[in-house]
């Protein structure tokens, strides 16, 4: 798994420990940010929540992002993201919480412009996180983006509070769901 695009780009990037673990390919990366413009993720603060190896924010930052904060409960892998930071000389524009998504959501001080998630594709209760995601006040910033990668037999509903679904893609197994914050959209 490498860094697509941006100051990293090549880079090798160390995968999920777990083998159940399904890792963000690097096709999907490159689809999610060529579906972003640019002014959605460079110069800002973004959010990798279930973060694995940190490649979803890792590309962010490659591609120039301010910084990035990744949230990921196993200790294993928290190890991991740290690892892709220091191989892609991003650990000075990065942190690393190692906590449940859920509860962690209160703890993080946004705004993020950019909320990335890819859980794994058995979390049942994703629409809850992303309802608890916009009820905590600043969080997401006004006109922020979040992007969802999910299964594609998960359907997700068109909005989650101020979250109004932009677009969907399917890549695959892979279903991705992009949301904006208020805003006219990009």
Not at 22 to 27: H, V
Not at 104 to 130: A, F, K, M
């Amino acid at each position: 798994m490498r860094v697509v695009s941006g100051e990293a780009k090549g880079r090798r990037l160390k995968g999920t420990l777990s083998p159940k673990a399904r890792p963000t390919t690097e096709r999907v990366r490159a689809a999610i940010f060529n579906v972003l413009p640019p002014e959605v993720y460079q110069g800002v603060r973004v959010l990798d929540l279930y973060a694995g190896s940190g490649s979803l924010g890792i590309e962010a930052l490659s591609r120039g992002a301010a910084w990035a904060d990744f949230v990921e409960r196993n200790n294993r892998q928290c190890a991991v993201i740290k690892a892709n930071l220091e191989a892609t000389s991003c650990v000075k524009k990065a942190g690393v919480l190692c906590a449940d998504v859920a509860q962690s959501l209160t703890r993080l001080v946004g705004p993020y412009h950019l909320v990335l998630l890819d859980p794994p594709y058995r979390l049942q209760n994703l629409g809850e996180v992303l309802e608890k995601l916009t009820s905590v006040d600043g969080l997401v910033a006004e006109a922020g983006v979040v992007v969802v990668g999910h299964s594609k037999h998960l359907e997700l509903l068109p909005v989650y509070g101020p979250l109004a679904r932009r677009l969907h893609r399917r890549y695959g197994d892979n279903a991705v769901d992009f949301f904006q914050r208020g805003g006219a959209g990009w």
